[in-house]
Nanobody, 125 residues
Framework: VQLQASGGGLVQTGDSLRLSCLAS????????VGWFRQAPGKEREFVAA????????FYEDFVKGRFTISRDNAKNTVYLQMNSLTPEDTAVYHC???????????????????WGQGTQVTVSS
């Protein structure tokens, strides 16, 4: 599977961005597609995830109420709508593919076996 993330940019505090993750070259559906982010000098952290089948979504506490993850299966694309951005949201955002496995821990990067190249989000104060 190939993942291509896009939509990042430089915005001001309070602005919004929508990230996209286009999946291609896959032969079977994933369990979930997730978004992670990594700021300079920090570890990669979970942001949100969505089941490929069904509507269940997962969010880290610091984005609840501000970010919304969605998908368009017909376009093989997962979106991350980010509102009310703050400088603390500045990071490289990666989308990731979690295959169908017996156990799915959406918050851990370990189960994801494919990653997009990342898209930079910079929020100025």
């Amino acid at each position: 599977v190939q993942l291509q993330a896009s939509g990042g940019g430089l915005v001001q505090t309070g602005d919004s961005l929508r990230l996209s993750c286009l999946a291609s070259e896959f032969s079977s559906s994933p369990a979930v597609v997730g978004w992670f982010r990594q700021a300079p000098g920090k570890e990669r952290e979970f942001v949100a995830a969505i089941r490929w089948i069904g509507s269940r979504t997962f969010y880290e506490d610091f984005v609840k109420g501000r970010f919304t993850i969605s998908r368009d299966n017909a376009k093989n694309t997962v979106y991350l709508q980010m509102n009310s951005l703050t400088p603390e949201d500045t990071a490289v955002y990666h989308c990731a593919w979690h295959p169908q496995t017996a156990t799915v821990v959406v918050e851990s990067p370990r189960g994801y076996n494919a990653w997009g190249q990342g898209t930079q989000v910079t929020v100025s104060s």
